[in-house]
């Protein structure tokens, strides 16, 4: 009898570790894969955030002179006032990109795997939880009035 008893208890021992095992490995790949998303996120901003400075200096490169020349010549007596107000746009068009990429970045970091650190308090406060529950003391009734005889006297 005690065989069975040790055998059983040392399989519980076993089945235990192995659940915590297989729980801690779980709770790794949960925060690869939070990592994961999170830096793929900060890639993709600051990739468009990147593409947002080429094309905003391109822009100012290649159509800066052909507007400010347009410009002179529609509205303008002066050729210089054209490059002012077309180098404006061309900024309220870059900024317009950074904040894009900005947010992008920020919703990205910091790179943290909050639900596997939410996830691994939970289960702490829960094993926790278990070994200091405090145990329930039985309520003794508080009454004056006498308790009734045990059923084999009779009265």
Same mark, same amino acid.
């Given at each position: 009898?005690?065989?069975?008893?040790?055998?059983?208890? =040392?399989?519980? +021992?076993?089945?235990?570790?192995? @659940?915590? %095992?297989?729980?801690? @490995? !779980?709770?790794?790949?949960?925060?690869?894969? &939070?990592?994961?998303?999170? *830096? $793929?996120?900060?890639?993709?901003? %600051?990739? *468009?955030? #990147?593409?947002?400075?080429?094309?905003?200096?391109?822009?100012?490169?290649?159509?800066?002179?052909?507007?400010?020349?347009?410009?002179?010549? !529609?509205?303008?007596?002066?050729?210089?006032?054209?490059?002012? +107000?077309?180098? =404006? *746009?061309?900024?309220?068009?870059?900024?317009?990109?950074?904040?894009?990429?900005? /947010?992008?970045? /920020? #919703?990205?970091?910091?790179? +943290?795997? &909050?639900?596997?650190?939410?996830?691994?308090? @939970?289960?702490?406060?829960?094993? !926790?939880?278990?070994?200091?529950?405090? $145990?329930? $003391?039985?309520?003794?009734?508080?009454?004056?009035?006498?308790?009734?005889?045990?059923?084999? &006297?009779?009265?």
């Amino acid at each position: 009898m005690t065989d069975k008893n040790d055998k059983s208890v =040392a399989g519980l +021992v076993f089945d235990v570790s192995e @659940r915590t %095992s297989t729980l801690i @490995r !779980e709770e790794v790949e949960l925060a690869k894969a &939070e990592v994961t998303e999170k *830096v $793929t996120k900060l890639l993709r901003g %600051s990739a *468009v955030g #990147a593409a947002a400075g080429v094309f905003a200096f391109l822009a100012l490169i290649l159509i800066m002179h052909g507007i400010a020349w347009l410009l002179n010549e !529609e509205v303008f007596d002066n050729f210089w006032a054209g490059f002012f +107000v077309e180098a =404006a *746009v061309f900024l309220l068009i870059a900024a317009a990109a950074g904040w894009f990429a900005y /947010r992008s970045v /920020r #919703a990205g970091s910091p790179p +943290v795997p &909050e639900q596997a650190i939410a996830e691994a308090k @939970r289960i702490r406060e829960t094993i !926790e939880g278990e070994d200091t529950q405090p $145990t329930m $003391t039985p309520q003794v009734p508080t009454t004056t009035e006498p308790l009734p005889p045990p059923p084999g &006297e009779g009265r």
